[in-house]
């Protein structure tokens, strides 16, 4: 079972258990750090907006472009670590992802 690092809104850090195949919005919502995921991952709001620290965006799946349109709209927008959680399937190439959740809109 994979192992996600998440540092939430006030900066602590919480290492989460992930299922595979989940998607890494449903683990951060199911270990209640504050995402409120208002389409329920159906990419179509950014509530869910992490940024993917160091290397691990070359664990991920390129982004669609829906997911790169919503982030880009964000004012929390960074260019090369702003992601949908939702959007973020887990697999054992997400072992020790580090994500941090960006600020609400």
């Known amino acids: ?13 919480h290492r989460l258990s992930a299922d595979k195949g989940r998607s890494l919005m449903e683990v951060l919502r199911d270990n209640d750090l504050e995402v409120m995921a208002i389409c329920g991952g159906g990419c179509s709001c950014a509530t869910c907006h992490v940024y993917v620290e160091g290397d691990g965006a070359a664990a991920l799946d390129p ?20 992601r949908l959680s939702c959007q973020i399937r887990v697999t054992d190439r997400l072992d020790g992802l580090r994500v941090t959740l960006a600020p609400e809109d």
């Open 1 to 13: 079972m994979p192992t996600i690092i998440a540092i939430d809104r006030a900066g602590r850090e």
């Open 63 to 82: 982004q669609a472009p829906d997911e790169r349109e919503l982030v880009q709209d964000s004012p929390h927008f960074r260019d090369g670590s702003s």
